[in-house]
Nanobody, 124 residues
């Protein structure tokens, strides 16, 4: 059974940091782009960051560039999102997702597997 499980969410003050982690199981994610999406209340799910299988290419939404860093450990089937200088507008449920292919794509419908999400709340 393919499964992605996120962890590391929580409540943090503005300016603080959190590190999200996504653990994959039941499947080899070789050849998969791994991405992070988020969804705030009343808003559509949006792309946040993604990383190719090799880790050689990353992509970020403009609003998190310079603050968030995505990384992966293929031996452990994990992908992390280090989030620094958090802002209240970063508050959302964050989802890990997997997309088979070599190119990073930002459309959520292209991703094959999803985690259940982890809540990130940033207080002002």
């Amino acid at each position: 059974q393919v499964q992605l499980v996120e962890s590391g969410g929580g409540l943090v003050q503005a300016g603080g940091s959190l590190r999200l982690s996504c653990q994959g199981s039941g499947h080899t994610y070789s050849g998969y782009v791994m991405g992070w999406f988020r969804q705030a209340p009343g808003k559509e799910r949006e792309f946040v960051a993604a990383i190719t299988w090799s880790g050689g290419t990353t992509s970020y939404i403009d609003s998190v560039k310079g603050r968030f860093t995505i990384s992966r450990d293929n031996a452990k089937n994990t992908v992390d999102l280090q989030m620094n200088s958090l802002k209240p507008e970063d508050t959302a449920v964050y989802y890990c997702a997997a997309d088979y292919g070599s190119r990073i794509r930002t459309e959520s419908y292209r991703y094959d597997y999803w985690g259940q999400g982890t809540q990130v709340t940033v207080s002002s």
